[in-house]
């Protein structure tokens, strides 16, 4: 089970479409139960069926449907969970394409603010771009990786949006759009949004997030700790009210700050930066004009009365 705020999620997998109803029944049931108990009720008519698929399978989709409470529920075909678009099969298609939709449409008003070339100047452009348009466009890409299809339709809007931001000519050539408009180009950043995603899960504490504690045991991680069986982070999370936070060799915990040896202060745990070593003032001396051999004056000054040898 998944949960984020009022919205939850429940998975399970077997050998057949019939078992994961039944499954489905039996953990709706004791998690009303329990909910029950403390006062809270799930709002069961909002409830949305779906069947996973893998790409490999060449059997007709199942249309097994589920009754909770009286209320029966037929498998959909495309189901939005936390602004995703999922399908049985996880094509990543339809997710895209309801994103060019809503970023061409949110486009369509920003460009009414005034006419290309007046009003609005280029870098307050850029930053509508950066800051609205460009989340909205590539929401999901931190999970899903965009199509051939769909990155197509992508770039031709991305290209109207940089040419938008600098008032370029439709003759210009794209290829120079993104150095022009200073905008990444979109398979560029879907990338990097996925790089992003894969290091915060491999830095993030295993004990702590469902994704880093399905990592390997030679996967170089902050912990040791590991999920203990694969149905874990199906059915009951992995949270801090289940699973205690792992011990150090010292006994302390990754929660509870290290202890500092006695007789040695404890130093903060900010990055140490490099540091000149501090010089006495009475250790400093400033080069006579002799030794200046960039002084105008520094030749003949030398031989002058009262004037500063070199030692």
Same mark, same amino acid.
């Given at each position: @089970?998944?949960?984020?705020?009022?919205?939850?999620?429940?998975?399970?997998?077997?050998?057949?479409?019939?078992?994961?109803?039944?499954?489905?029944?039996?953990?709706?049931?004791?998690?009303?139960?329990?909910?029950?108990?403390?006062?809270?009720?799930?709002?069961?008519?909002?409830?949305? *069926?779906?069947?996973?698929?893998?790409?490999?399978?060449?059997?007709?989709?199942?249309?097994?449907?589920?009754?909770?409470?009286?209320?029966?529920?037929?498998?959909?075909?495309?189901?939005?969970?936390?602004?995703?678009?999922?399908?049985?099969?996880?094509?990543?298609?339809?997710?895209?394409?309801?994103?060019?939709?809503?970023? #061409?449409?949110?486009?369509?008003?920003? =460009?009414?603010?005034?006419?290309?070339?007046?009003?609005?100047?280029?870098?307050?452009?850029?930053?509508?771009?950066?800051?609205?348009?460009?989340?909205?466009?590539?929401?999901?890409?931190?999970?899903?990786?965009?199509?051939?299809?769909?990155?197509?339709? @992508?770039?031709?809007?991305?290209?109207?949006? #940089?040419?938008?931001?600098?008032?370029? *000519?439709?003759?210009?050539?794209?290829?120079?759009?993104?150095?022009?408009?200073?905008?990444?180009?979109?398979?560029?950043?879907?990338?990097?949004?996925?790089?992003?995603?894969?290091?915060?899960?491999?830095?993030?504490?295993?004990?702590?997030?469902?994704?880093?504690?399905?990592?390997? #045991?030679?996967?170089?991680?902050?912990?040791?700790?590991?999920?203990?069986?694969?149905?874990?982070?199906?059915?009951?999370?992995?949270?801090?009210?289940?699973?205690?936070?792992?011990?150090?060799?010292?006994?302390?915990?990754?929660?509870?700050?290290?202890?500092?040896?006695?007789?040695?202060?404890?130093?903060?745990?900010?990055?140490?930066?490099?540091?000149?070593?501090?010089?006495?003032?009475?250790?400093?001396?400033?080069?006579?004009?002799?030794?200046? =051999?960039?002084?105008?004056?520094?030749?003949?000054? =030398?031989?002058?009365?009262?004037?500063?040898?070199?030692?």
């Amino acid at each position: @089970m998944v949960s984020y705020v009022d919205n939850f999620s429940i998975t399970v997998a077997s050998s057949s479409y019939r078992s994961n109803v039944r499954r489905l029944q039996e953990l709706f049931s004791t998690i009303s139960a329990r909910g029950r108990e403390i006062g809270v009720s799930f709002s069961v008519p909002k409830t949305e *069926l779906i069947h996973w698929r893998t790409p490999s399978q060449r059997t007709p989709p199942s249309t097994a449907p589920i009754k909770l409470e009286g209320h029966l529920f037929h498998p959909s075909m495309v189901v939005r969970w936390l602004g995703y678009w999922f399908t049985p099969a996880l094509s990543p298609t339809h997710h895209f394409s309801h994103r060019l939709s809503l970023a #061409q449409a949110i486009f369509s008003v920003v =460009k009414r603010l005034s006419s290309p070339g007046a009003g609005v100047r280029p870098f307050l452009c850029h930053r509508i771009a950066t800051g609205l348009l460009c989340p909205i466009l590539t929401y999901g890409a931190d999970l899903l990786t965009p199509t051939y299809t769909a990155l197509r339709g @992508m770039n031709s809007f991305w290209h109207r949006v #940089q040419r938008w931001t600098m008032n370029n *000519l439709f003759s210009n050539p794209t290829s120079i759009l993104a150095r022009e408009a200073c905008l990444p180009p979109i398979i560029s950043y879907c990338r990097y949004r996925r790089r992003l995603a894969a290091l915060r899960v491999a830095c993030a504490l295993p004990y702590a997030n469902p994704a880093s504690a399905r990592l390997p #045991q030679s996967f170089p991680s902050l912990s040791s700790f590991r999920a203990q069986d694969s149905s874990r982070h199906l059915t009951k999370g992995l949270s801090l009210v289940y699973l205690p936070p792992p011990r150090l060799a010292n006994g302390n915990s990754l929660s509870t700050p290290e202890k500092a040896p006695p007789g040695r202060p404890r130093r903060s745990p900010h990055l140490a930066l490099a540091r000149r070593p501090h010089t006495p003032p009475s250790r400093l001396t400033r080069p006579s004009p002799a030794q200046d =051999k960039y002084s105008p004056t520094g030749s003949h000054e =030398k031989n002058l009365p009262g004037a500063a040898s070199p030692s």
